[in-house]
């Protein structure tokens, strides 16, 4: 069955870029039959969903982040990534990956353990 | 965006008892929700898709309905390792979440 584990740096300082990676295992990313998403929580509060990626590299994020978020696939690494530009402490989170398959209703399923990520100087 | 809101934000019960958490969607998503649990310090599990379908493997104590804007999942006969916090989720366009239910013990 599919799995997912995330990496990447636990700090990051203020005013710099967020990179977090996904690794995929029982599943090829290039297959075709799933979306890839990333989804946060911060410490004591809900879900918020950012953005997911299709094999073709088609994306779609979550309005309220778009403008600093990129989410990109690597095929050969069966990895998808994201990018989360000028962060503040407001982006201190568990960030979870998740994936979806193409042909179901959106739900997501599995998950990530999730990673947690503090930005602090 | 559509808005998801849960109710109640938080429920005290007890072992053995059954409860109806609701979810309302700011606009129609057909049966396009999906509900979710969470332990502490864990990732958020699967419970039912499709408003009404349960994930394979969980118990069938579960269970969801609803379809439009309005949405419950049932708990029956609640066990300690149900104790835990519920969301919905919209996948009808950009997903969305309700804020979540913390169900304690009584």
């Known amino acids: 069955q599919v799995q997912l584990q995330e990496s990447g740096p636990g700090l990051v300082k203020p005013s710099q870029t967020l990179s977090l990676t996904c690794t995929v295992s029982g599943a090829s990313i290039g297959s075709g039959s799933y979306y890839w998403s990333w989804i946060r929580q911060p410490a004591g509060k809900g879900l918020e969903w950012i953005g997911r990626i299709y094999t073709s590299g088609s994306t779609n994020y979550n309005p309220s982040l778009e403008s600093r978020v990129t989410i990109s696939v690597d095929t050969s690494k069966n990895q998808f990534s994201l990018k989360l530009s000028s962060v503040t402490a407001a982006d201190t989170a568990v960030y979870y990956c998740?994936?979806?398959?193409?042909?179901?209703?959106?739900?997501?399923?599995?998950w990530g353990q999730g990673t947690q990520v503090t930005v602090s100087s | 965006d559509i808005q998801m809101t849960q109710s109640p934000s938080s429920l005290s019960a007890s072992v053995g008892d059954r409860v109806t958490i609701t979810c309302r969607a700011s606009?129609?998503?057909?049966?396009?929700l999906n509900w979710y649990q969470q332990k502490p310090g864990k990732a958020p599990k699967l419970l039912i898709y499709?408003?009404?379908s349960l994930q394979s493997g969980v118990p069938s104590k579960f269970s969801g309905s609803g379809s439009g804007t309005d949405f419950t999942l049932t708990i029956g006969s609640l066990q300690p390792e149900d104790f835990a916090t519920y969301y919905c989720q919209q996948s009808y366009s950009i997903p969305t979440f309700g804020q979540g239910t913390r169900l304690q013990i009584k």
């Open positions: 499709a408003a009404s």
């Open positions: 606009q129609s998503i057909s049966t396009f």
């Open positions: 998740a994936s979806s398959t193409v042909i179901g209703g959106g739900w997501l399923d599995p």
